[in-house]
C-alpha cells in the first residue's frame, strides 16, 4: 500500500497560500521577428511569410526602407534601434535578399543588443552577378542607387556568436535571367554560391525562385525551425 503523504506543517500551509491576483498565469513573453524586404520591393511583399510566423506563435514586424534613394545605412542604424527598444525575450531577425544584409550588418559587432537569430532567404551575401553586369549598362547603376556597394562586393564572413541559417532557391525563372550571368544552380536572380557565407550555421536549398521564396510554406517552415532550433529540419530519408 502506498504511504500516505504527510500533512504540510503550518508554516509550509502558510506559505503556499497566495493571493488571487498573484496566483493568476502571468502572459508569457512570446519572442519577436522583424522582417526585411529587398532592393525595389515593400514591406507588404512579406505579408505571406509574417501570417505564418504570426500562427507559429512569433510576434512580427516589418520595417519598409528606402533601398535605392537610402541604401542600407539608414536602415541598418533603424533596425538596430527596433532590437534595443523591443522587451522581447528574443529578438530575430528574417530578410529577403537585400534585405538580409541590412540584418547581418546590424547585428555584426555590436554589444548589448538581444539575444535571438537570423534568417537570410535568397540572399546575395557572396555579391550578386546580376547587379555587376546591371551595374556595367548605361544607367544600370541608377537602378541600383544607394544599395549598389554591398551587392556588388557582398558581406564579409560572418564571425558573430549569433547564428545565421540561410534558405536559397533553386528554381531559375526571374528577371535575373535575362541580365545575367548566372551560375547554376540558382533562383533566376541570385545563385546558391552567392548565398554561401563562410561563418553561417546551416544552409539549405528548396525549390522556388526569388520572389517565390516569400510565398512559399516551406520557406516559411524551414524559418520557424531555424528560429527554433539555430537549425533546419532534415528532410525525410
Known sequence: MADKAARPSGASRAARRVPPAAAAAAPVAREHVILLHGIWMRGITLLPLARRLRSAGYTV????????????????????QRMLASDAPAVHLVGHSLGSLVALEAARGVRGLPRGRIVCIGAPLRGSAVARSLASVPGGRLLLGQSAAPLL?????????????????????????????????????????????????????????????????????????????????????
Do not use: C, M, N
Not at 514586424?61 to 538596430?80: K, N
Open 61 to 80: 514586424e516589418t520595417i519598409d526602407y528606402a533601398s535605392v534613394f537610402r541604401g542600407i545605412g539608414p536602415a541598418v542604424q533603424t533596425l538596430r
Open 153 to 237: 562586393s557582398g558581406l564579409e564572413a560572418w564571425k558573430s556568436t549569433r547564428p545565421v541559417g540561410v534558405i536559397a532557391g533553386r528554381l531559375p525563372f526571374g528577371l535575373g535571367v535575362t541580365i545575367g550571368p548566372l551560375s547554376a544552380p540558382h533562383d533566376g536572380t541570385v545563385s546558391v554560391s552567392e548565398t554561401q557565407l563562410p561563418g553561417i550555421a546551416d544552409h539549405i536549398t528548396v525549390a522556388a525562385s526569388h520572389t517565390g521564396l516569400l510565398f512559399s510554406g516551406e520557406v516559411a517552415e524551414l524559418t520557424v525551425a531555424f528560429l527554433r532550433d539555430a537549425h533546419f529540419a532534415q528532410p525525410p530519408g
